[in-house]
């Protein structure tokens, strides 16, 4: 690959799927190749093509140029079908340059203000909460992704001074609050239980989540067969770790759905499985697909990264792009996998390499 350039893959059918691959950092490099090995191999399956151009977009290009993307990404970015991204973050560039500097604006940018991220307790992985079977922990997380504590409204006063402060504001729009929500309660009518849990802390936080809570009762109205409720956010933490059974569809503001969506995921057995969508419903401009975890430069290099969580987010992608038959190959490939094989990566308790788990994944998808 050309330093800095796109690079495209040799073979391209005309009614392919355009993806933009950014691996980024750490892992990152690890699991996308073997998030496309599946992709490939599920794509031959379904007759479904695909067109990977790469972007070295990362803290390695920050650290040689200053930016974690060029000026013109978004532009480059937007004529694809889709975004697949690998982690973003690494030791030497502090997290919010990194993060602003990539992941955020390709959010906001395009309008990705939907962040979904299932959480699901396989068969064959061991939850640390005791007596816990597959089937108690199956939940979705619908992160608001586009503004609430996640804001760039702020600065500093007299810097380095004994006076200094420090100010970011929250910003909680109704556009912003009443479209995440009913993507939530949308969501929940498509499953069996129909229950939307909503994410708050109004007792403390007392002006910005009293409105939270006023516009999910007012969207509420709206689903008269989904059934409510709201937890403070501090209780609800105890409640995924004490009684994750209860959950099925929870919307939480930024900040919250985000920690939230590392908790349950942590209670599933590894965090690395855990997916992630972000999502511009009406499909203005391409969404983004990436796992949960970040660059994890503890292990990065050594291959032994799961690939899981970059394998199940193609499965996203490939339902965004109208293949839920393929998507749902790729979801019971990893069931299979975990079921019935012994091939896991060492945060499972395994020796396997992150190669060895593409690889097996790609042999079962095909069916
Ligand atoms: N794979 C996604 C990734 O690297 N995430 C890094 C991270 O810290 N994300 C924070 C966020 O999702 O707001």
Sequence with gaps: MAKGKPSKSATVKSNAFKIAVIPGDGIGNEVVPEGIRVLEAVGRRFDIAFEWTHFDWSCERFKKKGAMMPE?????????????????????????VSLWGLLIPIRRGFQQYINLRPVRLFEGLASPLAGRKPGDIDYY????????????????????????????QAMFSKRGCDRVMRYAFDLSMSRKRREVVSATKSNGISISMPYWDERFADIAKEYPKVKTSQFHIDILTAHLVRNPHWFDVIVGSNLFGDILSDLGPATTGTIAIAPGANINPEKDYPSMFEPVHGSAPDIAGKGIANPIGQIWSGAMMLDHLGHRQAGAAIVSAIEVLLAEHDVRTPDMGGKASCKDLGKALAELVKG
């Design 72 to 96: 013109d990404g978004l532009d480059r970015l937007k004529e694809f079908d889709a975004i697949y991204l690998g982690a973003v973050g690494f030791p030497g560039v502090p997290d919010h």
């Design 141 to 168: 997380i619908v992160r608001e992704n586009s503004e609430g504590e996640y804001s760039s409204v702020g600065g500093r006063m007299y810097a380095g001074t004994e006076n200094e402060i420090a100010v970011q």
